[in-house]
């Protein structure tokens, strides 16, 4: 029996979706040789949930019955589910498909073709336009509407439909994210009934169940400028070889429909022609959405500036890129009962999400030739400005750990960008990416030159500038906001700011790589291209006498010491630097000694660096030149760490998640995922590193209680090394927990008594107003050894309004510069001197084990690849290191 029939009787006469008969575009016919979503499905679009084989198995029904359909398997994702896309348009195009897409790919280059060619290109070649639906997946009236849109596409025989077909070529992406629509569609089958009450718990659904990430827990829509997931890297790499002139992202679910134009800030590199086409594409969907009566809201709280959404991440490659919100379905669930008393149902938002899309579809059509020519002529106008800005290329230098830099040349290069080798050194006045320093600069052979005259000028510009500005009619907004805000009582509503995300990502930052821009280039004839991702490729060692060493600082070394610990193999870390055979080590350099370790080392070892790509130093003595010999007691004989990362409540779904991914996907560490309700429960003894990722305060005071922090302060004090990021540092820092002697600086626990001193004076300081997103400078001291490893300053983002003071009792391993903390980003005036110099990373000892906190996430949506080392030292060196090794 269909879900749909399964609704209520309560509700039956009160919800559209099961009373009404179905239109779903006005003045539609379809050919009735084309099955029909019920025929194949047994139920209509919005009625009831559909799975994703259902959905594959629909797609490729009619690929059978219609020349129009066309599907590509391009991906597959972490739960092995296939990703599709799905070309339709007419027969005759369908025909030449490859030629069309190929035709419109000589826009990418407004090198090889002329003004003439493009506009020839354009008079005769339908646009592409691309409809992406279940980016978040538990937003399901996006999945249904996708299917509809394509039984709709393939069966229609009206006039509308048939200019569609003619004009443009709709690529159907039907399920970005399968792994989040298929748990929540799941979780909805099993408890839905379609009660409208929102306090039904089909409205309110789990920790893992109901929410829109994927696998890793990982948003999709945050990722695509950094493409950590296998999603993401697919759908990235299909938007490049299809260059759609539109690209419309179906999401939910707030209470009124949403659709473009954007709200403020637009990101800076966006042209003013992408700007009216938006405005186009707007006022005809109003108009689709007015001749209907439906409530919709347009110009506010989504914006276009981070170019991680799929909305600017297309616009930023000459696409119109808009975001739709939908009004039903996704957490709504079946039906809804909404503020204003209205009913919403699945079928609402489906219908919805439908009709903005044929709607968006027909514009184009309209406007195919002046739409196709633009987007020839967004990338013609980028190179032309380039010509006259002052940023003519970045250099990216190798530095101490190449792997980070050839792994942002490898990203870059997947977001379709031009990157070079220089061949021989050269001098350039060149200003720092970091702080703008204007230096004359001599580099080596061997850096990468991503120049800005070329096709992808406004990405390149987007990810590798320091900070992208904010709109001075945006800034304008949050300054009255806050001028407001500070006139109200404590109490008092405030105004919000307006930040719908962070501000700021440049990628050399987050990657740690030593960046710079130069007003001059490089000649050409000094320069290779690199055309894929650079690999190290380490020359086999010689047979050791007395040992192995390698350097601590890069990817590589991080998964090679997890191999050997995996292989029952012994791991020692040289805590003192030193020389030997002529060349300089730093503190932190790993030994692997032959003494220790079976014969198979030295052929195994040798196998898994040329895997990992770390290189290997044979040494054949203990005897070092300068420094401290490596039988010395500061070569310390690394305890393989049993990790415990603490998930579900009360953690963040995507703080867990990061830390998911990051240990068991980049750096291959095993862990053991432990429910913070169990706790209270598990035998904490198996464990010797417990990581509490970011989560709210609050939430872990509920979660953990009284007596779970009282359990964790034993096990820490057995020897435990407890990591607490963010909120969980917050819960950590309360006086009724304990757990470290810092302090949030805007409480005054009553247990203090200088505390209750200074309250007798005055009032606290006033919190400061939250970050919404800003990369500070953190310098690490490397004598700790949580800064093994590291190049002091590493760049961090700061999201937060929580400021820690010093722990009266740790080290203070990591804190905000003292001069310039905020490195880009927006903060407020009055926010810079309270964050300078403020505790960042700290290590506290207790009994014989320690507890390490982090003010801020160094593991947020995996990008910050310079700060992970922090978090990886804390879980892979922590357990080895009691108070007599708390510094080295």
């Known amino acids: 029996m269909p879900r749909a029939l399964l609704v209520p009787l309560f509700l039956l006469a009160s919800v559209t979706a099961f009373a009404q008969p179905r239109t779903w575009w006005p003045g539609s016919t379809y050919d009735p040789a084309i099955p029909t979503p019920k025929a194949v499905l047994g139920y209509e679009m919005g009625d009831d949930y559909t799975e994703h084989g259902e959905m594959l198995a629909y797609m490729r029904r009619l690929e059978a019955s219609s020349k129009r359909v066309k599907v590509f398997s391009v991906g597959t994702t972490n739960e092995r589910r296939e990703i599709i896309l799905v070309a339709v348009s007419a027969p005759e195009n369908m025909a030449r498909l490859e030629e069309i897409r190929t035709a419109v790919a000589k826009f990418r280059d407004p090198r090889a073709i002329g003004e003439a060619q493009a506009r020839d290109i354009a008079k005769t070649t339908p646009a592409i336009a691309w409809m992406n639906f279940a980016n978040d997946g538990n937003e399901t009236a996006a999945f249904e509407a996708g299917i509809q849109l394509a039984y709709h596409l393939a069966a229609g025989t009206d006039a509308a439909t048939q200019a569609i077909l003619r004009d443009v070529v709709t690529v159907i992406y039907p399920a970005h994210n399968p792994d989040s629509h298929s748990r929540h569609v799941t979780w909805m089958k099993a408890s839905a009934t379609g009660n409208p009450d929102p306090w039904a718990q089909e409205h309110r659904g789990d920790w893992r169940m109901d929410t829109n990430n994927n696998h890793y827990q990982i948003d999709l829509n945050r990722d695509a400028a950094f493409l950590s997931q296998v999603e993401s890297r697919t759908i990235v790499r299909e938007l490049h070889r299809w260059n759609p002139v539109v690209f419309v992202d179906h999401h939910g679910n707030p209470d009124r429909f949403f659709f473009p134009p954007w709200a403020l800030p637009v990101n800076a590199q966006i042209d003013a022609r992408s700007r009216q086409w938006v405005e186009t594409y707007g006022k005809d969907i109003a108009a689709a959405f007015d001749r209907n009566g439906w409530t919709y809201f347009t110009r506010q709280v989504f914006d276009l500036h981070y170019p991680g959404y799929y909305d600017s991440y297309p616009s930023l490659n000459g696409a119109t890129g808009m975001t739709f919100e939908t009004d039903g379905g996704g ?195 000094s320069l290779v291209p690199v055309q894929g991702a650079p690999k190290p490729d380490p020359v086999a060692p010689a047979r050791a006498a007395f040992g192995y060493l390698f350097a601590w600082n890069a990817k590589g070394a991080t998964r090679l010491v997890s191999a050997l610990w995996k292989d029952k193999y012994q791991v020692a870390l040289a805590t003192e630097p030193f020389t030997l055979g002529g060349r300089a080590f730093p503190g932190g350099t790993v030994l692997v000694r032959t003494g220790t370790n079976p014969d198979s080392l030295h052929q195994r070892i040798a196998d898994l660096a040329k895997t990992h790509g770390v290189e290997l130093v044979p040494i054949n003595t203990a005897m070092v030149e300068t420094g401290r010999d490596l039988g010395d007691r500061t070569v310390v004989d690394l305890e393989v760490p049993s990790v415990a990362v603490v998930t579900e409540l009360p953690t963040s779904t995507t703080a867990y998640g990061a830390i998911w991914y990051l240990l068991e996907s980049r750096y291959q560490v095993p862990f053991t995922a432990l429910r913070g309700l169990d706790l209270g429960a598990a035998d904490l003894s198996k464990y010797n590193v417990i990581v509490l990722p970011d989560g709210p305060t609050q939430g872990y005071a509920r979660v953990l209680g009284e007596d779970g922090a009282a359990r964790l302060k034993e096990w820490v004090r057995n020897g435990g090394t407890l990591v607490c990021i963010k909120g969980a540092a917050v819960w950590a820092s309360g006086e009724k927990v304990g757990l470290t002697t810092a302090r949030d600086r805007y409480t005054l626990p009553p247990d203090d008594k200088d505390a209750k001193d200074a309250t007798a004076k005055k009032d606290p300081p006033k919190r400061i107003d939250t970050v919404p997103g800003a990369f500070v400078r953190v310098n690490v001291d490397a004598q700790h050894y949580l800064g093994t490893g590291i190049d002091s300053p590493v760049f961090a983002l700061f999201r937060s309004n929580v400021v820690f003071n010093p722990s009266k009792k740790g080290a203070r391993v990591a804190s905000l510069d003292g001069e310039r903390p905020v490195v880009a980003g927006f903060v407020f005036d009055e926010s810079r001197d309270p964050l300078k110099g403020a505790p960042f990373v700290w290590d506290e000892p207790t009994g014989r084990g320690h507890v390490t906190l982090f003010a801020d996430d160094v593991t947020f949506r995996t990008f910050l690849h310079g700060a992970h080392r922090l978090l990886l030292n804390a879980i892979l060196i922590g357990p080895s290191m009691g108070q007599e090794q708390q510094r080295y």
């Open 331 to 525: 957490n709504k669930g079946l039906a809804y009962k909404l503020p204003d008393g209205r009913i919403t149902t699945l079928f609402d938002g489906t219908l919805h999400h439908f009709t903005g899309a044929v709607t968006s579809l027909v514009t184009t059509a309209k406007h195919r030739e002046a739409r196709l020519f633009d987007l020839y002529r967004f990338r013609a106008s980028a190179m032309a400005e380039a010509a006259t800005d002052k940023v003519k290329q970045f250099v990216l230098v190798p530095g101490a750990d190449p792997s980070r830099a050839a792994e942002l040349v490898d990203l870059l290069v997947q977001h379709g960008v031009e990157v070079y080798r220089a061949t021989g050194s050269f001098a350039s006045a060149s200003h720092a990416v970091a702080t703008d320093e204007l230096t004359k600069k001599t580099f080596e052979a061997g850096v990468y030159i991503v120049p800005t005259s070329q096709p992808q000028k406004r990405l390149i510009r987007t990810l590798l500038d320091r900070e992208t500005p904010l709109e001075e009619g945006f800034l304008d907004t949050v300054r009255k906001a806050k001028t407001y805000n500070d006139g109200v009582g404590e109490s008092a509503p405030k105004k919000s700011y307006g930040f719908y995300d962070i501000n700021a990502w440049s990628l050399p930052l987050a990657y740690g790589v030593e960046a710079y821009w130069s007003e001059d280039f490089v000649p050409t004839s």
